[in-house]
């Protein structure tokens, strides 16, 4: 009965796919898109036939370009990357990690994982299209242009390499800080119904609102002339706090702190409070409860916490252009500075290759936790 | 669970939004009223050049900064009230204007210009958003079970994105004959340039905006939507109502308290509209209120940053965020009295 009643007709069916269609293409276009271009010389990259762009005609012209034979193998090298990380990793993990430590045992296999495909793509795969291309002909002649040129300037002549590392230390700082402080706080909001842990979450969901250039401008005169009001505490080496990733990743925890804690506080009431109880009982009080019956549990909650902490660090721009000197400049910031400079052609496919290398790790992110990032998106909105 | 406990497990949050929120915001509003100067002293500077039997020498008065015993350029801080709103808001130049008539003048003034922009994106942004969120969602729910993951991850790519590059790879799309542009005028024939005027601009902004967020909604609607008690459709399919009503009465009343929380959010992040501003470089045609405190702050050709300009502006950027919190958290706090 239900199914019949609710059924749909055919036309109204194919209209909702093909738009659905169309919104996917317009989703990821503007990525694919940047990251074809990042691949091309400056004429292809800009060129105004879509075809020119995606064949690459003068990058071929140059020598740079792939064949069918070497599209073949990145193909069987990815799916066989995928199997792996799908089906072997985890049986692997789950057959040799220690039993107490199933984390560590991801990360060392996450580890490997990358190393692998470190080797499979960049050691193994030009070593074998170079030995097969010239054999084959036809199939081992370059069909499309590409060159990782331009991945090369960025990463090597402009230095992001060196951005990346402060990108690395400070969304792991703000991460790692801001779930400590953020899950004892979640966990404390979630199990009191004071009025208190309700003025505290209200005031938190303001402090959400507040534009952050609205922040900086309160904490810019005095990072800068932080040497000499610290002087009377710390003495003659009190530092300037302009420029130091510690007082941006407090920042930034700080910052991220109204959000995460609202999440983190939906999460735990999730978990009933009877396990807690239960401990209590039997003779923990409120902090061995936490530690030995909330925390084996909560992880699933921590990490889309984490995840979200993680963006918000990695993509920040204003308060880590504004607070870091250029030598602690993160890698968002640092390409604004690229885009500015921009007069080539050449540098601007130069920024289009930052750009992609910072979409990377993204990209992989939504891949393995897309699961955790919905529930993420979610777990705030349902409950209202 | 007793107030010491409770406020041992709070205890270190509350500290740092105190500490980097609550504070930093006193002190943007007292630094507000505040402007600290560079000390500067007229000298008479007595230039010579050789000359023959005797020196050329002119004395000429310049001022210098006063540096003090400790090496230090020294500086003041001086009240001076309303001073610096009053340079952010230009009151006497928007009167003028406006008395004339004239709204490109009045439009010339930043802070006014910055605060037309961000109503207007704010307002048509939201309306799409919701729009484009829902349409999502209810396709997402129409298509087969295989294909909803593949779907959502891809979805989930222009939410994800860091806003400054995917505001950058719109312009890159747009940028001169860039594959877009192209595209448009192939179809037109006509020549386009998106980044030429300032409403084209602002267009594209939108866009972008709406690109960025609209998966947001779709996925929290579609969440909603997997809880639509399917009791009530089948009584109203029973009843005859059709596929447009059941949406329109059964559906979006049960998606509504989301569609109120997506509302919020978008509310509150679209007033800070700021990365578009530097993705697409628009600052020549538009800008937004957090990106005028933002210039504000950014040291000029002389290393000097306007603090309390910026404080100013954003003291009033503030306002504006209260203006528009004010009615949702009324009725969270009338939901938490009748709650308890």
């Known amino acids: ?384 | 669970m007793n107030f010491r406990t409770f406020a041992a497990f709070v205890g270190p949050s509350v500290f740092m939004m105190l500490l980097f929120i609550a504070f930093p915001l006193i002190s943007v509003f007292v630094q507000s009223f505040y402007v600290t100067q560079t000390v500067y002293e007229v000298v008479e500077v007595e230039t010579c050049t050789p000359g023959f039997l005797t020196q050329t020498c002119t004395t000429e008065k310049t001022s210098v900064p006063v540096v003090g015993e400790d090496g230090h350029v020294l500086t003041t801080t001086e009240f001076v009230g309303l001073q610096s709103y009053a340079n952010v808001l230009e009151l006497g130049r928007a009167w003028d204007a406006l008395k004339s008539g004239s709204w490109s003048a009045f439009q010339t003034i930043d802070f006014w210009k910055a605060l037309r922009f961000t109503l207007t994106f704010t307002l048509i942004t939201l309306p799409l958003n919701i729009g484009l969120g829902l349409g999502i969602a209810l396709m997402i729910n129409n298509a087969a079970k295989a294909a909803r993951g593949p779907v959502i991850f891809i979805s989930l790519l222009p939410f994800i994105i860091t806003p400054v590059i995917g505001a950058l790879s719109i312009n890159w799309l747009f940028r001169g004959d860039g594959i877009l542009t192209a595209a448009m005028e192939w179809y037109s024939g006509r020549d386009i340039a998106m980044f030429a005027q300032a409403w084209t601009i602002e267009l594209l902004m939108m866009l972008y905006r709406v690109w960025h967020v609209a998966p947001f909604a779709a996925i929290v609607l579609y969440a909603g939507l997997q809880t639509v008690n399917s009791d009530s459709l089948e009584s109203a399919v029973i009843d005859g109502a059709s596929r447009w009503q059941r949406l329109r009465y059964i559906v979006i009343p049960h998606l509504m308290p989301l569609i109120i929380f997506v509302s919020m959010i978008h509310l509150m992040d679209a007033y800070r509209v700021f990365e578009e501003v530097v993705g697409f470089s628009s600052q020549g045609h538009v800008i937004s209120l957090q990106w005028l405190t933002y210039d504000f702050l950014v040291p000029d050709q002389a290393g000097n940053r306007s603090i309390s300009r910026a404080s100013a502006s954003a003291m009033l950027t503030m306002i504006g965020i209260t203006l528009l919190l004010i009615a949702p958290l009324r009725r969270t706090w009338r939901d938490h009295k009748g709650g308890h």
Not at chain 1, 159 to 185: H, I, K, R
Not at chain 1, 196 to 222: E, N, Q
Not at chain 1, 329 to 335: E, S, Y
Request: charged content about 10%; some cysteine; overall charge positive.
């Open chain 1, 1 to 384: 009965m239900s199914s019949r009643a609710m059924r749909q007709p055919l036309s109204l069916r194919l209209t909702s796919n093909s738009l659905l269609i169309l919104w996917c293409v317009i989703a990821a276009f503007p990525i694919f898109w940047i990251t074809v271009m990042s691949f091309k010389t400056p004429v292809d990259a800009f060129d105004a036939n879509a075809l020119n762009v995606i064949f690459g005609p003068e990058t071929r012209a140059k020598g740079h370009g792939v064949s069918l034979l070497d599209i073949c193998l990145l193909g069987l090298a990815l799916w066989g990357l995928w199997r792996g990380a799908a089906r072997l990793l985890p049986s692997m993990v789950r057959s040799y990690a220690p039993a107490g430590a199933v984390w560590l045992g991801w990360l060392i296999g996450a580890a490997a994982f990358g190393l692998v495909a470190l080797v499979t793509l960049f050691g193994l795969l030009p070593v074998l299209s170079n030995a097969l291309n010239p054999v084959l002909g036809a199939f081992g002649a370059d069909v499309i242009g590409l060159t990782t040129e331009h991945y090369k300037t960025v990463w090597i002549d402009r230095g992001f390499s060196n951005n990346f590392q402060n990108s690395l230390v400070v969304t792991a700082g703000v991460v790692t800080v801001s779930l400590t402080v953020g899950t004892l706080a979640g966990y404390g909001l979630a199990r009191s119904g004071s009025t208190l842990a309700f003025w505290i979450l209200i005031v938190a969901l303001v402090f959400r609102a507040l534009p952050h250039s609205v922040l900086v401008a309160g904490y810019l005169p005095v990072f800068i002339n932080s040497s000499e009001w610290l002087a009377p505490i710390l003495g003659e080496n009190a530092p300037t706090l302009y420029g130091k990733p510690m007082a941006v990743i407090a920042v930034l925890v700080a910052i991220n702190q109204p959000f995460t804690i609202w999440m983190l506080r939906s999460f735990f009431q999730n978990i009933p409070a009877e396990l807690d109880e239960a401990a209590r009982v039997d003779g923990c009080n409120h902090f061995q409860a936490f530690r030995r019956v909330i925390m084996p549990v909560m992880w699933p909650g921590v990490i889309t916490t984490g995840l979200f902490s993680f963006l918000l660090a990695y993509n920040d721009f204003l308060v880590t252009s504004l607070l870091l000197d250029a030598q602690n400049q993160t890698m968002v910031p640092a390409i604004a500075g690229m885009f500015n400079r921009e007069t080539t052609t050449t540098d601007q496919v130069v920024a289009v290759a930052a750009a992609v290398s910072i979409t990377a790790p993204l990209f992989i992110l939504v891949m393995v936790f897309q699961r955790q990032i919905v529930s993420g998106l979610t777990a705030g909105a349902v409950k209202g």
